[in-house]
């Protein structure tokens, strides 16, 4: 279940239109936000969904973030996130050999950064001596 509605999308985006496959890229980022989240504990309800009212406007913002990033991109399978090169007249296309070190990310950056200073996404701090 999308921890966001089209609607929620609409009022994200505004001034900008929403994209027709809203409602898909919402699941879409929904189903990648539960991905970062595996093991995390929160309190949910019968349906999977955070009770807590901050934790819902975050889980929306994120999902919002995702699903924006992923319209810019143009690539809502991910089948494009190793093309290195492309090259529209005679079609063109080089492909990284791997994922690994280059390639587009499938997760927002904003996302990211959202999750982590909200202490859903843990940063674990490396101190030396």
């Known amino acids: 279940m999308p921890y966001a509605t089209v ?51 975050v889980f929306r913002e994120a999902v919002c973030l995702q699903a924006q990033y992923i319209a810019g991109l143009g690539d809502e399978t991910g089948a494009n996130a190793n093309v290195s090169q492309l090259q529209v007249g005679n079609q063109r296309m080089i492909r ?22 909200e202490g859903l996404v843990p940063v674990y701090p490396l101190v030396w001596g």
């Open 7 to 57: 609607e929620d999308f609409t009022d994200f985006l505004d001034p900008d239109p929403v994209p027709p496959n809203a409602a898909r890229l919402l699941a879409n980022a929904s189903r990648k936000l539960d991905q970062l989240l595996i093991g995390a504990i929160y309190t949910t309800d019968s349906d999977g969904l955070p009770t807590d009212p901050e934790l819902v406007e």
């Open 96 to 117: 990284a050999l791997s994922l690994v070190g280059s390639g587009t990310s499938r997760v927002s950056p904003e996302m990211l950064t959202l999750l982590q200073t």
